[in-house]
């Protein structure tokens, strides 16, 4: 018993001192090496990537017209529902902010064309933003259009003007997804019109749903107090639980360039 303590405590000597024993410089030089791996990863990732963006816009260009305009009506469908939650939240806050049908088709009207504007102009390379910023502001418009429907009964003049500035934001949103994508040469601009029809046939299909989810479950108008300031709270806290996760992670990105 008592050699087999001895032999326990001299591995246990042994290991600590050689753990000790270590020159600062060696744990610095490992860690170089691991940052080195790390980079290289990243690069190999970055190829990877690029790779099958090419592969895809090969596969694209060989495959006939109305399947191509199918592909890409389904990408933007399919990037707000089910795949694009913030997206989603903005909407619903404009529907909620709204008492007619025609001020709800207003103020989505300005969303629209601001979204096709910057996502035509991002897709062409005219405008570049990064996109954790642009991830942040668009958590940002959730909470500012929720806020208002809490605060206010009536939507102010200067609605319409900040959903089209936040349209735009938006839009730098959906190119950063067709860019990852990527978009055939041949037919760039109608793919480009294919993924914004898509992108509004799911902004339709939340608000119907809303409509009617509302309609069935509460048996009141989506505009009433009763119905607007509860979901838009909860709107409101969502979108500000983003803001912050992002603002954050955006900070520390910075902190590590």
């Known amino acids: 018993m ?12 042994l290991t600590s001192s050689n753990t000790f024993s270590h020159n ?103 405008v570049q933003l990064r996109g954790d910023i642009v991830e942040a502001i668009i958590a940002l418009s959730i909470v500012w259009v929720a806020v208002e429907n809490v605060l206010f009964k009536q939507t102010s003049k200067w609605r319409y003007s900040i959903v089209f500035a936040f349209g735009l934001l938006h839009g730098l949103g959906f190119a950063a997804l067709l860019t990852q994508y990527g978009l055939p040469k041949d037919n760039f601009i109608s793919m480009l019109l294919a993924f914004n029809i898509g992108v509004e046939f799911g902004q339709i299909a939340v608000l119907v749903l809303a409509f ?14 009763e119905i607007k300031i509860p979901a838009s709270t909860i709107i409101a806290i969502i979108g500000l639980f983003w803001f912050i996760e992002r603002a954050v992670n955006l900070y520390i990105n910075q902190s590590y360039l």
């Open 2 to 13: 008592k050699v087999i303590r001895f032999i326990l405590l001299s591995i246990i000597i």
């Open 24 to 126: 600062p410089e060696d744990f610095m030089i490992a860690e170089i090496e691991r940052g080195q791996m790390y980079f290289e990863n990243e690069e190999i990732a970055a190829e990877y990537a690029a790779a099958l963006k090419r592969q895809r816009i090969r596969r694209l260009a060989a495959m006939p017209f109305y399947k191509k305009f199918y592909i890409f009506v389904k990408a933007g469908f399919e990037h707000i529902i089910p795949q694009g939650i913030d997206h989603i939240l903005f909407v619903l806050g404009l529907f909620f902010s709204c008492i007619t049908f025609r001020a709800l088709l207003w103020q989505v009207t300005a969303f629209t064309v601001a979204h096709s504007i910057t996502l035509i102009l991002a897709a062409q390379g005219f």
């Open 212 to 225: 009617i989810l509302i309609k069935l479950i509460f048996k009141k108008n989506w505009y009433t107090n």
